[in-house]
């Protein structure tokens, strides 16, 4: 599989990384082989996050036997000093390490911007801790372009994990602000939601663990959805939250030699088509 160097933190990130929500409420012995496959198969940067149920206890001793040879990235939705700690704690805990290559503060919305940056906010906890040497490289992610740019006047984080979606940035051009600013920090650029297709709804079901509905039965548009993500200025697109998400993902990587090639002029005219026919993404226009 490709590697991208992960802006200044120099991790060698392979171009598609494993969602830790996938083992949520999976029987221990299929998350380690899940795991183990993602591990043979490329795959060497995982994220997870205490919001994701029981992930980080079964996605520990899952990647037991491979910490020292991969990236772990964890998150808080903490917002004060005192809960970030405490999450952060947990984790290390829960997750089986002394150390996280990257933590992040947690899908940050517009109220809570200065909250997390400012005096006893989040962010004191997480700059303690990489002193500490708990966190090598402190992030954030959010959903928001104007909230991403706020964040990054605040403060000179090492890494954004931002929506980088076909139908979003086709349509709404969502993620461009984020991402231009974030590169000319030098900062590693994270995707998510690269194979959603759009907004989930009732009738929609069998991947539970994914809030909006993902590209599972359209080999064509995840093909195209997946690299339009890769040619995008970032170093790697986490999978969706389900584990056949991940083999999805990894065959279209395995597709072109661990390599995926940009769209074509004509294969992007062909995604952009599908995009302004989606009449529900998975984000209303945001700024």
């Known amino acids: 599989m490709e590697e991208r160097i992960l802006g200044r933190t120099g991790c060698k990130a392979g ?15 299929e998350a380690d082989r899940a795991v183990a496959e993602a591990v043979e198969r490329g795959v060497n940067y ?9 992930a980080q206890n079964i996605l520990g001793p899952a990647l037991k036997p491979y910490r020292n040879g991969v990236y772990l990235a964890c998150k808080t939705e903490g917002r004060t000093r005192e809960a970030a700690r405490a999450d952060l704690e947990n984790s290390l805990r829960l997750l089986h390490t002394d150390h996280f290559n990257v933590y992040q503060l947690h899908g940050v919305p517009p109220e809570d911007a200065e909250r997390v940056t400012g005096p006893g906010g989040a962010l004191e906890a997480l700059i ?27 403060f000179d984080f090492d890494t954004i994990l ?13 993620g461009e602000a984020a991402l231009k600013k974030a590169a000319e920090r030098n900062m590693g650029r994270i995707a998510i939601k690269a194979l959603a297709g759009r907004a989930k709804e009732a009738s929609d079901d069998g991947y539970s663990k994914c809030w909006y509905r993902p590209i599972f039965d359209d080999p ?4 195209l959805a997946l690299r339009y993500t890769l040619s995008k200025d970032v170093h790697t697109a986490v999978s969706p939250g389900d584990v056949r ?21 004509g294969e992007f005219e062909q995604l952009k088509k599908r995009a302004l026919e989606t009449d529900r993404t998975i984000f209303a226009p945001v700024a």
């Open 245 to 265: 998400m991940l083999r999805l993902g990894l065959s279209i990587v395995e597709k072109y030699g661990g390599k995926p090639p940009p769209l074509s002029s």
């Open 162 to 174: 931002f929506p980088v979606n076909w139908a979003c940035g086709i349509r709404d051009g969502l």
């Open 15 to 29: 171009v598609f990384a494993f969602g830790g929500i996938a083992v949520r409420d999976t029987v221990q012995a």
């Open 128 to 154: 303690e801790a990489k002193e500490k040497g708990l966190i090598l490289n402190i992030g954030f992610s959010t959903h928001y372009d104007s909230v991403a740019l706020k964040l990054m006047d605040a």
């Open 46 to 54: 995982f994220d997870v996050a205490p919001s994701y149920g029981n």
């Open 220 to 223: 064509v548009l995840a093909d």
